[in-house]
């Protein structure tokens, strides 16, 4: 079945540096991508949905100059947490799906900790 | 906008018990809506995924349905394990556009207990 991997699956940062997750799908092209953050006890919020060699669309409330998304190519895209903060830390997921009708499929999620 | 709910927020059975899970959603004009498993930490396991001019979808001991006209699905585990024991999340999508997002409930936490 169609693999998200996502990388890497724990962080632990200094406050003012930035880190960046990469999201791969293994087995397919995905044209879109998307980004989720996961605060504890709680559902998945999107962040963006990206598309491959375009702009990626951040939702409201989202700094798209804090959360840069590349994508770059149809099999990866990458989430740069810039300048972190300790509010920052939660736990961000991404997902993918190679056709219009498919199933989303997600990776295992990255464990974000800025202190 | 879309909201998803689902009830209850969290679910104690002792093992082999059969146990529903409720999935609400406001519009009723959505795509498709999928089932989602996750565990404590991971990311989440896609376990059914119902079309919207379905109305059930089943795989081994998990049946979804889907009720699109009153704006409700259910997930039924049949005969449950220790191993079943997880958040489950539904998200629906309301087209096929590429850029539509999938709107997630907030999930129910279930443990099967030995």
Known sequence: ?115 | KQEVTQIPAALSVPEGENLVLNCSFTDSAIYNLQWFRQDPGKGLTSLLLIQSSQREQTSGRLNASLDKSSGRSTLYIAASQPGDSATYLCAVRKSLSNFNKFYFGSGTKLNVKP
């Open chain 1, 1 to 115: 079945g169609a693999v998200v991997s996502q990388h890497p699956s724990w962080v632990i940062c200094k406050s003012g540096t930035s880190v960046k997750i990469e999201c791969r799908s293994l087995d397919f092209q995905a044209t879109t991508m998307f980004w989720y953050r996961q605060f504890p006890k709680q559902s998945l919020m999107l962040m963006a949905t990206s598309n491959e060699g375009s702009k990626a669309t951040y939702e409201q409330g989202v700094e798209k100059d804090k959360f840069l998304i590349n994508h770059a190519s149809l099999t990866l895209s990458t989430l740069t947490v810039t300048s972190a903060h300790p509010e920052d830390s939660s736990f961000y997921i991404c997902s993918a799906r190679d056709q219009g009708n498919s199933p989303l499929h997600f990776g295992n999620g990255t464990r974000l900790t800025v202190t």
